[in-house]
């Protein structure tokens, strides 16, 4: 019987793109995408979609069984500077989704989960250059906590039932096919937008703020790879480091006016800074290296480069 994958979230930043891949791997009927809102029309077009609140058990339930799901990608979740303007939601929407999927594998409805984390399990404390796998960990934000006892339980749930369950620490991601919503790290890709259509910016994080960032056909590689994986080779069940590129507004700025010569930043910081200043700097990603041969492709010349060409034709299609 050939795998059957639901994937949660599937219209925001990351299911988008993902749900487009797996789509083409496993075929475009055996992938159901499901969000709390309606998803892009191109996902619509090719494939199943189910509207679903990942807080409802029963449907989620519901439709494990009408599809005979055999994977579930939660990618469900509120971001870094949604939750802190949202504290409740934030913790139980990211909690509870994540327990209700990780029940579903260890009664046996389901074979396997991906369930991504971030560079928001660290903390002030922790190094912030060529952070370790292993480290100090004092995450300061709702976010962050919610998702660093997710990894726990994802550790938990793979020692104590067997439940085959993978993740990584997603850097900030940066894609043109969707926008980014709720994020810290999501100034990266609203850059872009501005300085296509405005030819100028206004950055809410400070110029030499540096963050952990990938371009998204890295991050979508990166996760299908893992998943793909023979289970032996996962040493680690809570989740793993994942590095891309580093880089801070001015030098993503400065990339960009490469493309755009009159492009324009001017910096105006709000209560985002703080998130950002308590993460690191750069990700050591070698257990992803050894395990499962992890390499991303990307640079911030290469990206801003396919960003650019991406985006400007999809606004000039917007025009048409
Ligand atoms: N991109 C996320 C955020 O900024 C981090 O995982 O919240």
């Given at each position: 019987m050939s795998d059957k994958l639901l994937v949660i979230g599937s219209s925001g930043q990351i299911g988008t793109e993902l749900v487009l891949e797996?789509?083409?791997i496993y075929g475009e009927k055996n992938v159901i995408a499901s969000d709390i809102r309606s998803t892009s029309?191109?996902?619509?077009?090719?494939?199943?979609?189910?509207?679903?609140?990942?807080?409802?058990?029963?449907?989620?339930f519901q439709i494990v069984k009408k599809h005979k799901i055999t994977q579930v990608y939660l990618l469900a979740a509120l971001l870094s500077a949604r939750a802190e303007k949202n504290i409740e939601l934030g913790w139980s929407l990211n909690m509870r989704?994540?327990?209700?999927?990780?029940?579903?594998?260890?009664?046996?409805?389901?074979?396997?989960?991906?369930?991504?984390?971030?560079?928001?399990v660290f903390g002030p404390n922790t190094?912030?250059?060529?952070?370790?796998?292993?480290?100090?960990?004092?995450?300061?934000?709702?976010?962050?906590?919610?998702?660093?006892?997710?990894?726990?339980?994802n550790e938990y749930y793979f020692n104590k039932f067997n439940v085959d369950v993978r993740s990584l620490r997603y850097p900030g991601l940066i894609g043109w096919r969707a926008k980014a919503g709720g994020g810290t790290t999501d100034y990266a890709v609203n850059i872009f937008h501005d300085?296509?259509?405005?030819?100028k910016y206004t950055c809410y994080l400070s110029k030499n703020t540096t963050l952990p960032m990938m371009y998204m056909p890295d991050a979508i590689e990166a996760t299908i790879k893992l998943m793909e994986s023979k289970s032996e080779s996962i040493t680690i069940r809570?989740?793993?480091?994942?590095?891309?590129?580093?880089?801070?507004?001015?030098?993503?700025?400065?990339?960009?006016?490469?493309?755009?010569?009159?492009?324009?930043?001017?910096?105006?910081?709000?209560?985002?800074?703080k998130i950002a200043d308590s993460w690191p700097q750069s990700i050591n990603d070698s257990y992803a290296k050894n395990d499962w041969n992890w390499q991303s492709k990307y640079d911030l010349k290469k990206m801003c480069t396919d960003m650019i060409k991406n985006l400007s034709t999809q606004y000039l299609n917007l025009v048409k």
């Open positions: 797996l789509r083409k029309k191109k996902t619509l077009q090719n494939g199943p979609f189910e509207l679903l609140d990942v807080m409802n058990e029963k449907k989620l989704s994540h327990s209700h999927v990780l029940d579903l594998a260890k009664e046996g409805f389901i074979k396997k989960i991906f369930w991504p984390s971030s560079i928001a190094p912030k250059k060529n952070t370790p796998q292993f480290t100090i960990m004092e995450p300061n934000t709702v976010y962050g906590i919610s998702k660093l006892a997710g990894e726990r339980w300085a296509i259509q405005k030819q809570s989740s793993y480091n994942l590095s891309g590129v580093s880089f801070n507004p001015e030098e993503i700025a400065n990339e960009i006016s490469k493309h755009v010569p009159d492009f324009e930043i001017i910096y105006k910081q709000d209560y985002r800074q």
